[in-house]
């Protein structure tokens, strides 16, 4: 079930039990999520916030979930990824005085249309600036290729708590006008470029959007938003209710926070406080997915209210009985693939602009 209610108008969220166990997130989602929370504990994944950020990237992800769901139902979780029958290559971009891995997907069959080069989607993945990496948001880029006709070019970015904000912002900006200036080499059209982002990349894809309109480079097409850190309140009625959410509760989200921060006062830029601090004036048009087990459904509500307000048209969704994660999950997850199929239609409408004859 999806809402287009703006924030002002939702009403106001439970807060959570007090039980610090899952039970309460997995007694709340639909049958599909509860299927892949409940592999991600039988994995062992333990709790974010708990190890350490080596400990963290270790442990079992809900990608691993996920492919263990699929393989107890008899599916070969490779061959449904050849099946979307879009190619990638490794290349890299140069950053920070050195250079970072990016991933080219193309879809097989692009609009014929595209006469001066397939649009292309730079997405940004999310771990909370900490953990994860391209390859674990490969099945959200890969099903983007697929369902909107593009070239999606992943970025990984430098990770907290080595590189300490605002490294991964750096690396966000410098990779978005790297594929400016190199989109036309894949067969891509360099005037026909939008943004994405989930969690972590969520904020970062916004971040280049207003980056772009304050530098005077080109504007991205589009902004598509899944579950994006927009505020750094974890008061908000969304921190309340999903508090212990998993797989990503409160004290995750913390934790997440305080490894990549430099120092508290960093909380008040707005790069990370886009909600309270950030201009978002003449941005390009969004659209934001939330989930509602989620400690930021409330940053993504504030996030479309205020882009409203600064004049973006925004297309908000909230997809309730799902949990953070779940956008890349349509193999398992039947509100991934509505999603998904949300973020292609606002994305095919965007590059419209790009097919012509």
């Excluded at 916004?206 to 772009?212: R, Y």
Aim: charge should be neutral; glycine fraction near 8%.
């Amino acid at each position: 079930m999806t809402t287009n209610a703006p924030a002002a108008t939702r009403p106001t969220l439970r807060v959570a039990a007090s039980s610090s166990d899952n039970s309460y997130t997995i007694s709340r989602c639909d049958r599909d999520m509860r299927r892949v929370l409940v592999k991600l504990q039988e994995l062992g994944a333990k709790p974010l916030g708990t190890q350490s950020p080596e400990e963290t990237r270790k442990q079992p992800s809900p990608a691993d979930a996920v492919r263990a769901v699929l393989i107890d139902q008899g599916k070969d979780p490779v061959a449904l990824m050849a099946a979307m029958k879009v190619s990638k290559r490794d290349v890299t971009y140069p950053t920070g005085g050195t250079t970072l891995q990016a991933r080219i997907y193309k879809p097989e069959k692009v609009d014929a249309r595209a006469a001066a080069g397939t649009p292309v989607l730079v997405y940004y993945h999310g771990g909370g600036w900490v953990i994860a990496d391209i390859a674990a948001y490969e099945a959200s880029a890969m099903a983007l290729a697929a369902k909107t006709g593009a070239i999606v070019v992943s970025i990984e970015y430098r990770h907290a708590p080595e590189h300490k904000f605002p490294a991964q912002h750096e690396d966000a900006w410098n990779a978005y006008k790297w594929v400016l200036e190199n989109a036309k080499s894949w067969g891509g059209n360099p005037m026909n470029i939008a943004v994405a982002g989930e969690s972590a990349g969520g904020n970062l894809a916004v971040n280049v959007a207003i980056m772009a309109r304050d530098q005077k480079i080109q504007a991205p097409a589009h902004m598509l938003l899944i579950y994006p850190v927009a505020g750094m309140d974890t008061n908000t009625p969304s921190y309340m209710e999903n508090e212990n959410a998993i797989p990503l509760s409160k004290q995750g989200m913390k934790w997440f926070v305080a490894n990549t921060i430099g120092s508290e006062e960093d909380k008040n830029s707005p790069l990370l406080d886009i909600v309270g601090k950030a201009d978002l004036k003449k941005l390009p048009d969004a659209t934001i997915l939330t989930a509602e087990i989620d400690p930021l459904l409330t940053d993504g509500q504030l996030l479309a209210a205020n882009l409203r307000v600064g004049g973006s048209r925004v297309r908000f969704e909230n997809f309730e009985g799902v949990c953070h994660e779940f956008f890349g999950m349509d193999a398992v997850v039947d509100a991934a693939a509505r999603a998904q199929d949300i973020a292609a239609e606002e994305l095919k409408s965007a590059f419209k602009s790009g097919f012509k004859a």
